[in-house]
């Protein structure tokens, strides 16, 4: 049966573990590359994906259907980041 | 009544007004359980269940190990009628501590009201629960619910009240930005939409 799929802090980096294994699989240098790629299994395998904190706690939220869906909510948060961002470099630079 | 369901232990019921004067405190407290690890769950998620809403609420108060109740507006409304639902709430997740299954004898209760011993005039058989004031203030709320369940869980993950409410006022400032990108308004914004942008935000910046 195929397992939740944790992202975790590691080390300088994050990294995918699958829920109640003690050993990674994957090790990544971002938090944003740990979260496609566990996304990527947790779809495929129909489980969870479940992004721990710097402390180590899980966000989490309420499991019911709203107007958007996760993936819709992922991209306005990101296209908002590279905004920012690119702001933050003109500002700068 | 059935078994303890796998999440009840993470599951948060906050029970308050709905109204617009009031959302910026139901989103702090939605803000601080969800950057604790916790499940916020609210009667908004009754909201299409028609007839069978009091059972909706019913069921998910015995599916939260944990309450937050807000008692601050229950004073009579434009048509001359108090608001009774807050308390309604509040002593449904009292007796079901009290007389459901066994799981739910571990339940834990946080009263909140606008000030200290306001609920003696007006609701004052709660004595003796754990209530607190918080004067209008996100600020408060926040560090009230990150304490309260700092204490009730015992877990050591729960970062501190000032850097929740820090965090809090980022999300704010960027929330506005984020309901454009997301092509909503604020007023749009179901629960759950609200919820799962908390989460997916504190994933992608809480780095």
């Given at each position: 049966?195929?397992?939740?799929?944790?992202?975790?802090?590691?080390?300088?980096?994050?990294?995918?573990?699958?829920?109640?294994?003690?050993?990674?699989?994957?090790?990544?240098?971002?938090?944003?590359?740990?979260?496609?790629?566990?996304?990527?299994?947790?779809?495929?395998?129909?489980?969870?994906?479940?992004?721990?904190?710097?402390?180590?706690?899980?966000?989490?939220?309420?499991?019911?259907?709203?107007?958007?869906?996760?993936?819709?909510?992922?991209?306005?948060?990101?296209?908002?980041?590279?905004?920012?961002?690119?702001?933050?470099?003109?500002?700068?630079? | 009544?059935?078994?303890?369901?796998?999440?009840?232990?993470?599951?948060?019921?906050?029970n308050c007004p709905f109204d617009d004067d009031y959302k910026r405190l139901l989103?702090?407290?939605?803000?601080?359980?969800?950057?604790?690890?916790?499940?916020?769950?609210?009667a908004?998620?009754?909201?299409?269940?028609?007839?069978?809403r009091l059972?909706?609420i019913?069921?998910?108060?015995?599916?939260?190990?944990?309450?937050?109740h807000d008692i601050s507006r229950t004073e009579l409304s434009l048509g001359r009628l108090p608001r009774f639902n807050m308390p309604l709430e509040l002593g449904l997740?009292?007796?079901?501590?009290?007389?459901?299954?066994?799981?739910?004898?571990?339940?834990?209760?946080?009263v909140m009201d606008r000030s200290a011993h306001r609920y003696q005039k007006f609701i004052s058989d709660i004595?003796?629960?754990?209530i607190?004031s918080h004067s209008n203030?996100?600020?408060?709320?926040?560090?009230?619910?990150?304490?309260?369940?700092?204490?009730?869980?015992?877990?050591?993950?729960?970062?501190?009240?000032?850097?929740?409410?820090?965090?809090?006022?980022?999300?704010?400032?960027?929330?506005?930005?984020?309901?454009?990108?997301?092509?909503?308004?604020?007023?749009?914004?179901?629960?759950?939409?609200?919820?799962?942008?908390?989460?997916?935000?504190?994933?992608?910046?809480?780095?």
């Open positions: 049966m195929a397992k939740n799929q944790h992202v975790v802090p590691h080390g300088e980096g994050w990294a995918i573990q699958g829920e109640g294994s003690k050993q990674v699989t994957s090790v990544f240098h971002t938090k944003r590359e740990a979260i496609d790629k566990a996304q990527e299994i947790a779809s495929q395998s129909g489980v969870e994906l479940l992004v721990h904190g710097p402390n180590g706690q899980i966000f989490r939220s309420v499991d019911i259907p709203g107007r958007l869906t996760d993936t819709e909510i992922r991209d306005a948060v990101r296209t908002l980041a590279r905004k920012s961002a690119r702001l933050s470099r003109t500002r700068h630079g | 009544m059935a078994g303890a369901t796998s999440d009840y232990g993470q599951n948060v019921f906050i989103d702090a407290a939605v803000f601080a359980v969800q950057i604790a690890g916790f499940t916020p769950r609210c908004l998620e009754a909201s299409n269940a028609g007839q069978n059972y909706k019913m069921d998910i108060i015995s599916s939260c190990r944990y309450g937050i997740d009292l007796g079901c501590w009290r007389y459901g299954s066994d799981h739910l004898g571990d339940k834990r209760l946080l004595a003796g629960q754990d607190v203030s996100s600020g408060r709320i926040i560090r009230h619910v990150r304490d309260w369940l700092s204490t009730e869980s015992k877990a050591m993950t729960i970062p501190g009240g000032d850097y929740i409410y820090g965090r809090y006022r980022s999300f704010q400032r960027v929330l506005p930005d984020l309901c454009k990108a997301m092509r909503l308004n604020r007023d749009q914004l179901t629960f759950s939409d609200f919820s799962r942008a908390v989460r997916i935000w504190l994933e992608e910046n809480e780095t």
